[in-house]
């Protein structure tokens, strides 16, 4: 198909404008007669033919045979208090989330803080230990401001240096990378702003008092917006809810550059970071405006991460684009192959932001999950990019430092359902029910994941004080096994006869 090859060609450079709509010029008149045209003709198709075939994506994951099984390293180059509450333990109540870190301590203080951080959060030993396991991808997030901090923004930079250890610790254990942009100036969903708001998302809506809202979750039939409920006055709330990064050409063209800085660096090592996130999670929910920007974003993207050259020639890198909160039937026809190559879609399943969610009992968590199979495929291949075995908002912090649960009823205006002991923090206090259930909910997800999707990366691999959430603390306590092929229920989505 000669429009593969030419939309490839006139996108090189992220190009503001849809690669379906090249610019070829007026038409100019035949140079050949008839009969020479025709034998022309059926040289160029030959021509055009090995091109296509030169193009076409070399894979170094076989992806659409070969099911995607990882876990993502949140916590360690995008900070988050609940899972290194060690790290905030000596600030003061200012201090919620990375900006606020940087902002509120001496400068000194905070980057040799973080710096330690870096250097033991996660080590080699960490890709030695999800190798072990038969994982085969971890995800990596990481904030723009690793790339690109001005004036006003106090983040402190130096988390480059990691992620090119982690990518030649992947590299030596046989793991595949994603690289997730995880924050864009101006914020792409409110909860990630230049401001202080929470640097994760989806699971962490609320890193503060000030930050009290949900936004979207996924049951097993169909996507749920949720109302947002804050405790500020009403001249306040959309300063701390607000989504900038698509109102500022300048944030998406800083946006943009560090997408082309992303793809030049690992276009030729695909053989480690086969996928690039070029923005989580926008929030396209908010309006007509974001979905446009949002969707050209993408297609400057595309332009960007496979074609980082600045030539025609292509990369082997795949693009994974977000649901941006929506379901995954909402991205139906959006870049489809085989015209775009290399494009994945990210969706995302929780079953606690919200007091109904915490009711739910064991039986009805694991039947919501198998039922969800159908609202996975689409279009595109999609993966379960966020997910986690924890069934309560137990995890101290999880709603923002200094906020309580719905489960226990410590969230304002939540509905209590039982005391949160036992669920969560360390699993020397988890009973054996309990480890059934984590066992039986892991194994009922991934098997779901699989059967109606290229697969999944779980949400995390560690946190220091929320084993509910740990893939390896469920490693070790044993309610994730160390093949994640080696089910204890492998009938656990199926109805009993």
Request: proline content about 6%; overall charge neutral.
């Amino acid at each position: 198909d000669p429009t593969i090859v030419r939309s490839g060609a006139a996108y090189v450079g992220g190009i503001n404008r849809k690669p379906s709509h090249p610019n070829n010029g007026p038409p100019r008149p035949s140079l050949f007669p008839m009969g020479a045209y025709s034998r022309l003709w059926a040289v160029l198709l030959g021509i055009l033919s090995l091109l296509e075939a030169s193009c076409a994506l070399n894979y170094s994951f076989p992806y659409g045979s070969e099911k995607i099984r990882g876990v993502s390293l949140a916590g360690w180059l995008v900070i988050d208090q609940w899972m290194t509450p060690s790290l905030f333990a000596h600030t003061n109540s200012s201090v919620i989330d990375e900006w606020t870190f940087c902002q509120y301590q001496d400068r000194q203080t905070a980057a040799r803080a973080l710096e330690k951080h870096w250097k033991t959060f996660i080590t080699e030993a960490d890709f030695a230990a999800i190798a072990a396991a038969g994982l085969n991808h971890v995800k990596i997030p990481i904030g723009y401001w690793a790339f690109d901090v001005v004036d006003g923004e106090p983040y402190v930079q130096g988390q480059l240096p990691y992620l090119m250890k982690a990518v030649s610790w992947a590299e030596v254990h046989g793991l595949k990378v994603i690289i997730d942009l995880f924050g864009a100036p101006g914020s792409q969903n409110g909860y990630l702003s230049i401001r202080s708001a929470p640097p994760s998302i989806f699971y962490q809506s609320m890193s503060s008092p000030r930050f009290q809202g949900r936004h979207i979750w996924t049951n097993s039939t169909r996507t749920v917006r949720l109302a947002i409920c804050i405790r500020l006055p009403l001249s306040t709330q959309n300063s701390f809810f607000q989504s900038t990064w698509q109102d500022s050409q300048s944030n998406i063209d800083r946006t943009n550059a560090i997408i082309k800085r992303l793809a030049s660096m690992f276009a030729r090592h695909t053989n480690v970071v086969p996928v690039i996130v070029p923005l989580n999670e926008p929030k396209t929910i908010y309006n007509e405006k974001i979905q446009s920007v949002t969707k050209q974003f993408y297609y400057d993207s595309y332009g960007n991460i496979r074609y980082p050259y600045g030539t025609s020639q292509s990369s082997n890198l795949v693009v994974m684009i977000s649901v941006g909160f929506q379901s995954v039937d909402f991205w139906d026809n959006f870049m489809p192959p085989p015209k775009w190559e290399g494009v994945l879609l990210e969706t995302r399943y929780y079953q606690i932001w919200t007091d109904a969610d915490n009711a739910l009992s064991y039986t009805q968590h694991i039947e919501n999950i198998c039922k969800a199979k159908s609202t996975l495929s689409g279009s595109l291949w999609t993966v379960v990019g966020e997910w986690t075995t924890a069934s309560t908002d137990c995890a101290n912090g999880i709603n923002g430092r200094y906020v309580g649960s719905r489960y226990d009823g410590t969230y304002p205006g939540s509905a209590r359902v039982s005391s949160c002991t036992g669920l969560t923090g360390n699993a020397s206090t988890f009973n054996e029910g309990y480890k059934t259930f984590l066992r039986q909910f892991w194994e009922a997800q991934v098997q779901t994941y699989e059967a109606g999707s290229q697969g999944w990366l779980q949400w995390v691999w560690k946190a220091e004080n929320a084993d509910d959430w740990s893939y390896q603390a469920g490693l070790a306590n044993g309610w994730i096994p160390r093949n994640p092929t080696d089910y204890k229920y492998p009938n656990i989505c199926q109805p009993e006869a």
